[in-house]
């Protein structure tokens, strides 16, 4: 064994009660970072799911028709009144949206794009009406955008000609169920001829003019607001239905960092000369409150990681000056000064590995544990826990680096102790 690791082990088994309580310091202040970091990060991720699993990272439109002046007057040059009036807000198409979806395709970080209609309606079955809010999707890309195939409760997600997929709490207002038929009535001036029978397949792509749409999936995005407000139907019944020929309203994008959705809006906006809204600037609230728990973790963290950085280095100043006349007799002997630096970095090195190591495992059960404890009505955790391996690894390796650094100082008081000096007096 190192003549280093041979004494600062020494050391460490001479003074079991300060290594005891030093280990434990250290191995309870990592079983909380590794707890809460897990929590935290745990609830952000289910923030984010329940928030913005329903809807897309950013958001490609054509700019709203903007006010004009109809009538104004006029006297000696200065206005004296004027009548102004904003176009009523039809459903605009965007214009060679296939190549624009290409384009966003290639930008750095999008990782899904999908073809939106979207329109508002009211769903009708007998004397029953409702506004609810219409997507135009096409299934297979859209499933990445929204997990809506996982969010399905009954039926199925592929919808195809006049065939519709409505959330659970609208079913239920309507009393609807897998295979009833329902009416969407729009706004648009030109509605398509309709049918008991849905209407009219025409060629071979099962596209169905019609506003009489069969009931084949339910699903359910955890809210009860957007269950009762959403219905998707598919994109090209969805362009008859509101008259826009072969055009779509928006293109829908998800990115792979969420919290760059905001540059990569602005890039496609430059790109594409079109409106890129992302969920940043739509729910400013949902980003204070991501921004809010990730400031709390690292202020969590630094006062952690403070107290455990002290703790090891006022220990380590006591065996230096506890072992003063040994390391004095080292240092006569011959002893280099690097050699009993290293004695001491070596000791904050495994107060740090160890506690982190003691910690990670307390942590680990403590989370499980809170799990078990909390849970809802229906059996799921009431706070989700996200333990991953770079959690563990990463906070182990930052107990260590801590150690080290924390040693640093009696390390340096140690190796510069004067041999006669402390022989002498002590």
């Given at each position: 064994?190192?003549?280093?690791?041979?004494?600062?082990?020494?050391?460490?088994?001479?003074?079991?009660?300060?290594?005891?309580?030093?280990?434990?310091?250290?191995?309870?202040?990592?079983?909380?970072?590794?707890?809460?970091?897990?929590?935290?990060?745990?609830?952000?991720?289910?923030?984010?799911?329940?928030?913005?699993?329903?809807?897309?990272?950013?958001?490609?439109?054509?700019?709203?028709?903007?006010?004009?002046?109809?009538?104004?007057?006029?006297?000696?040059?200065?206005?004296?009144?004027?009548?102004?009036?904003?176009?009523?807000?039809?459903?605009?198409?965007?214009?060679?949206?296939?190549?624009?979806?290409?384009?966003?395709?290639?930008?750095?970080?999008?990782?899904?794009?999908?073809?939106?209609?979207?329109?508002?309606?009211?769903?009708?079955?007998?004397?029953?009406?409702?506004?609810?809010?219409?997507?135009?999707?096409?299934?297979?890309?859209?499933?990445?955008?929204?997990?809506?195939?996982?969010?399905?409760?009954?039926?199925?997600?592929?919808?195809?000609?006049?065939?519709?997929?409505?959330?659970?709490?609208?079913?239920?207002?309507?009393?609807?169920?897998?295979?009833?038929?329902?009416?969407?009535?729009?706004?648009?001036?030109?509605?398509?001829?309709?049918?008991?029978?849905?209407?009219?397949?025409?060629?071979?792509?099962?596209?169905?003019?019609?506003?009489?749409?069969?009931?084949?999936?339910?699903?359910?995005?955890?809210?009860?607001?957007?269950?009762?407000?959403?219905?998707?139907?598919?994109?090209?019944?969805?362009?008859?239905l509101f008259d826009l020929a072969s055009g779509v309203s928006s293109l829908e994008v998800r990115v792979a960092e969420i919290f760059a959705a905001e540059q990569t809006a602005?890039?496609?906006?430059?790109?594409?000369?079109?409106?890129?809204?992302?969920?940043?600037?739509?729910?400013?609230?949902?980003?204070?409150?991501?921004?809010?728990?990730?400031?709390?973790?690292?202020?969590?963290?630094?006062?952690?990681?403070?107290?455990?950085?002290?703790?090891?280095?006022?220990?380590?100043?006591?065996?230096?000056?506890?072992?003063?006349?040994?390391?004095?007799?080292?240092?006569?002997?011959?002893?280099?000064?690097?050699?009993?630096?290293?004695?001491?970095?070596?000791?904050?090195?495994?107060?740090?590995?160890?506690?982190?190591?003691?910690?990670?495992?307390?942590?680990?059960?403590?989370?499980?544990?809170?799990?078990?404890?909390?849970?809802?009505?229906?059996?799921?955790?009431?706070?989700?826990?996200?333990?991953?391996?770079?959690?563990?690894?990463?906070?182990?390796?930052?107990?260590?680096?801590?150690?080290?650094?924390?040693?640093?100082?009696?390390?340096?008081?140690?190796?510069?102790?004067?041999?006669?000096?402390?022989?002498?007096?002590?």
């Amino acid at each position: 064994m190192p003549f280093e690791w041979f004494v600062a082990l020494r050391y460490l088994r001479d003074g079991k009660l300060q290594t005891a309580l030093i280990l434990g310091a250290v191995s309870l202040g990592v079983a909380v970072v590794v707890f809460l970091s897990a929590l935290i990060s745990g609830l952000q991720t289910s923030l984010i799911g329940k928030t913005l699993g329903s809807q897309a990272h950013v958001v490609v439109h054509p700019p709203d028709l903007e006010a004009r002046v109809l009538v104004a007057t006029r006297q000696a040059g200065q206005l004296l009144s004027a009548r102004i009036e904003k176009p009523s807000q039809r459903l605009q198409s965007i214009a060679d949206w296939p190549q624009v979806l290409a384009d966003i395709n290639r930008q750095p970080g999008v990782v899904a794009t999908s073809p939106l209609v979207l329109g508002a309606a009211f769903v009708v079955r007998g004397a029953a009406s409702k506004a609810v809010s219409v997507r135009g999707i096409e299934p297979e890309s859209f499933r990445h955008i929204i997990q809506l195939a996982e969010k399905t409760t009954a039926g199925r997600y592929q919808i195809r000609g006049a065939e519709v997929m409505l959330g659970v709490d609208l079913a239920t207002d309507f009393g609807l169920s897998l295979g009833d038929k329902i009416r969407l009535i729009t706004s648009v001036g030109k509605r398509a001829s309709a049918s008991d029978g849905g209407g009219t397949s025409t060629g071979g792509l099962g596209v169905v003019p019609a506003d009489v749409f069969t009931v084949v999936g339910l699903f359910d995005l955890g809210a009860k607001d957007i269950n009762e407000r959403l219905v998707f139907i598919p994109l090209r019944s969805a362009q008859t239905l509101f008259d826009l020929a072969s055009g779509v309203s928006s293109l829908e994008v998800r990115v792979a960092e969420i919290f760059a959705a905001e540059q990569t809006a602005q890039a496609i906006a430059q790109r594409s000369g079109l409106v890129a809204d992302s969920w940043t600037r739509t729910n400013p609230q949902l980003l204070v409150a991501l921004q809010s728990q990730a400031s709390s973790k690292n202020v969590i963290l630094f006062f952690i990681t403070l107290t455990v950085a002290l703790g090891i280095a006022s220990v380590l100043i006591v065996s230096v000056v506890q072992k003063s006349r040994e390391i004095g007799i080292m240092r006569a002997v011959g002893t280099s000064r690097a050699r009993i630096l290293r004695v001491f970095l070596i000791q904050g090195g495994l107060f740090g590995f160890t506690g982190s190591l003691l910690g990670c495992g307390m942590g680990y059960v403590l989370a499980t544990t809170f799990v078990g404890l909390s849970k809802t009505a229906d059996g799921s955790p009431m706070f989700p826990i996200q333990l991953t391996p770079m959690l563990l690894v990463g906070t182990t390796v930052l107990a260590t680096s801590v150690g080290l650094l924390a040693a640093v100082a009696p390390a340096r008081r140690a190796a510069r102790l004067d041999p006669a000096e402390v022989i002498r007096y002590g």
